[in-house]
Structures are given as C-alpha cells and as structure tokens.
C-alpha cells in the first residue's frame, strides 16, 4: 500500500458513519442520528400513551412507575451519578490495610 493510498484510506474513514475513526472525531453521539432520536421520541409516546391507559384507580390496581424518556449516549453520560464505588475502594483498602498491620503485629 503506497502512502497515497493510506492517506485517502484515512480519510475516508474518518467521513464513514459508525467507524471507530469517525465516532472518535464526533463523540458520543456520533451514531444518535435525526432518525433514531425520532425514533427514541416515537417510542416514548407510545410508552406514555400505555402508562396512562394501563390502570384504573377505582378498582383499586395503581399505575406503575412513570416510563423514563429513552436517552441519548451523550445524555446518559452527563446524567449519569457518580459511582460510590470510590468510597468502597477506599473502605476495602482501608480494611486491608488495618487487617495487614493488625496481622502484622500479632
């Protein structure tokens, strides 16, 4: 492969929708296309549309939880809580550390 051509082939990779190269350049969202957020929307309303229709209070069966709206990638990351499984890392740690100090006196 000349260089010429591994440049072109480059190229071409980075305008190729769902390339690794390509959702590099973009982001996140890079594959949440018009279509599938339409989609995602349409889904949704369907989704709501069964949630108000899906119980009735005078017999006395509630409706369940409210559907959550269908998120995008880059949505979910900003949305996303930060894991408290920093703090248990650090619990652990401390444990094992008393735990080899303790042994290690004994």
């Known amino acids: 492969m000349t260089w010429r051509r591994l440049t072109v082939f480059?190229?071409?990779?980075?305008?190729?929708?769902?390339?690794?190269?390509?959702?590099?350049?973009?982001g996140v969202d890079a594959d949440w296309t018009v279509d599938v957020a339409l989609l995602a929307r349409a889904t949704h309303a369907l989704e709501v549309a069964n949630?108000?229709?899906?119980?009735?209070?005078?017999e006395g069966r509630q409706k369940k939880f409210f559907p959550p709206p269908i998120l995008s990638p880059g949505e979910q990351v900003k949305k996303a809580k930060p894991?408290?499984?920093v703090g248990k890392l650090l619990e652990f740690r401390a444990r094992a550390n008393y735990q080899a100090v303790e042994g290690s006196v004994t």
Not at 10 to 26: D, E, K, Y
């Open 10 to 26: 480059c190229r071409q990779l980075a305008q190729m929708p769902g390339t690794a190269l390509w959702r590099q350049l973009r």
């Open 51 to 58: 949630w108000q229709r899906g119980a009735d209070p005078k």
């Open 83 to 85: 894991k408290q499984s």
